[in-house]
């Protein structure tokens, strides 16, 4: 069974520039949540989709918007880009129907390499 | 603000040692979390814990969780290389949002 699959890998942008991140769910799946990882802070929640529609959202600014698509793919989009994006966005998919999340297994994918110049 | 505090941030140690690395908040945590993250991959779930108390063990890796469920430890018995990474715990403190600590880095030596 392939498990979580995030593209691109890699990417380096330039301040203003929007990018956008694409995360593939194991099959069967229809949860996804997006994060973003920066060293010294963890992982800090976006968002997550649930059947195509936001479930819940984290305490980020506008700039960060996602999208999940009727086959459980989900996208994210970063608009307006600042230094500070530079992190590593992971994606994560669930099995079960909404809960509690901290009773919830989450699988990760590989991540993506963000860079903003 | 970090919720949860993890410590030590970095911890090398000899293949054999033992070791405890620790997750503390002031907040009441309803179910707590491990993980572990290797580098070029993503975290992956290593235990979940949910009663106050609780102690669970998976092979060489014992977890416990604190009686108030405000903190949670993790004890590695003989360490081995294999152990390398990223420990992360997140706690839920409500139905849909974890609260990750920023991790310890372990590097086992052989």
Known sequence: KAGVTQ??????????????????????HRSVSWYQQ????????LFE??????????NFPGRFSGRQFSNSRSEMNVSTLE?????LYLCASSLSPPG????????????????VT | TQLLEQSPQFLSIQEGENLTVYCNSSSVFSSLQWYRQEPGEGPVLLVTVVTGGEVKKLKRLTFQFGD???DSSLHITAAQPGDTGLYL??????NYQLIWGA??????KP
């Open chain 1, 7 to 28: 593209t691109p890998r890699y990417l380096i942008k330039t301040r203003g520039q929007q990018v956008t991140l694409s995360c593939s769910p194991i099959s069967g």
């Open chain 2, 89 to 94: 715990c997140a706690g839920a403190r409500s």
């Open chain 1, 38 to 45: 920066t060293p010294g802070q963890g992982l800090q929640f």
């Open chain 1, 100 to 115: 509690p999340v901290g009773l919830v297994e989450q699988y990760f994918g590989p991540g993506t390499r963000l860079t």
């Open chain 2, 103 to 108: 991790g310890t880095k372990l590097i086992i």
């Open chain 1, 83 to 87: 230094l500070g994006d530079s992190a």
């Open chain 2, 68 to 70: 108030a469920r405000k």
């Open chain 1, 49 to 58: 989709y649930f059947s195509e529609t936001q479930r819940n959202k984290g």
